[in-house]
């Protein structure tokens, strides 16, 4: 998840007793703490609530509705896209269908070869796109397969 990146540096005096020699350690000593996300971690929630009264809770309501407006976008994409590619199947079968009784007209008609290429240019033409698609399709998963496994070994 991508979010808002905090980073809290505290700088904390060296002990006063140490039996260090000069310039071998610094005088103090830097912790930095950080974290990345739309929720910061409870200590920080704890500091927003003394802040702002329910702070806390409105930070946590904010990224509740952003998880879902995320999910529901997502959602509206997946489905658009399904339906497209189906309308698509569709106005391909019936272009592929008038061709071939356009085609089978022409034969009837005595043009054999108008008709028959009618009918082979039709076929032809709808199977090369289904395997061009497909091809397509695969290429595309394994892309992102390949993507995730980068930013999972990182």
């Known amino acids: 998840m991508s979010g808002k990146r905090y980073k809290r540096q505290k700088i904390v005096p060296a002990a006063p007793n140490a039996q260090v020699a000069r310039n071998e350690l610094p005088s103090e000593i830097k912790l930095s703490a950080s974290f990345s996300g739309p929720i910061p971690?409870?200590?920080l929630?704890?500091?927003y609530n003394?802040?702002?009264?329910?702070?806390?809770?409105?930070?946590?309501?904010m990224a509740e509705r952003q998880s879902a407006h995320r999910e529901r976008m997502e959602s509206r994409v997946i489905n658009g896209n399904t339906s497209s590619q189906t309308?698509?199947?569709?106005?391909?079968f019936i272009l592929v269908l008038v061709s071939v009784?356009?085609?089978s007209y022409l034969i009837h008609e005595g043009?054999?070869?108008?008709?028959?290429?009618?009918?082979?240019?039709a076929?032809?033409?709808a199977v090369s796109v289904f395997f061009y698609m497909r091809n397509t399709q695969t290429k595309e998963r394994d892309e992102k397969s390949s993507n995730l496994d980068k930013r999972r070994n990182r």
């Open 41 to 43: 971690p409870p200590n």
């Open 45 to 47: 929630l704890a500091q």
């Open 50 to 61: 003394e802040i702002i009264p329910n702070g806390a809770e409105r930070i946590l309501a």
């Open 87 to 92: 309308r698509g199947s569709y106005f391909a």
């Open 101 to 103: 009784i356009c085609g």
């Open 111 to 121: 043009k054999s070869a108008a008709g028959l290429t009618s009918i082979i240019a």
């Open 123 to 125: 076929i032809g033409g």
